[in-house]
Nanobody, 122 residues
């Protein structure tokens, strides 16, 4: 049973930084595609960034390009989302996702974490 656990959320001021981590357990971490999504109140879920199973960044939402960095740490079985120059509109619940099927659409994932709240104040 694959489990994803996100940590690192919290409160930040506009212009500040936060780093989210996603710990993966119960599967062969090295073969997973990984991604970060977010959902703000009243809005649809949005994919923030995605990694190939080799750890190559494949996608960033236009709203976060140049500010967020997604990465894999194979030694620690974690994926991270480094967020800088935070804006109030980045406030959302952030979710980690993983999938072992490399042929699926970049936005499709079988495994999801429970989410971690990120709140950016003005």
């Amino acid at each position: 049973q694959v489990q994803l656990i996100e940590t690192g959320g919290g409160l930040a001021q506009a212009g500040g930084s936060l780093r989210l981590s996603c710990a993966v357990s119960g599967g062969n971490y090295g073969n997973y595609r990984m991604a970060w999504f977010r959902q703000a109140p009243g809005k649809d879920r949005e994919m923030v960034g995605a990694l190939s199973w080799t750890g190559e960044a494949q996608y960033y939402a236009d709203s976060v390009k140049g500010r967020f960095t997604i990465a894999k740490d194979g030694a620690k079985n974690t994926a991270s989302l480094q967020m800088t120059s935070l804006k109030p509109e980045d406030t959302a619940v952030y979710y980690c996702a993983a999938d072992i099927n490399v042929h699926r659409d970049i936005s499709d994932y079988d495994y999801w974490g429970r989410g971690t709240q990120v709140t950016v104040s003005t």
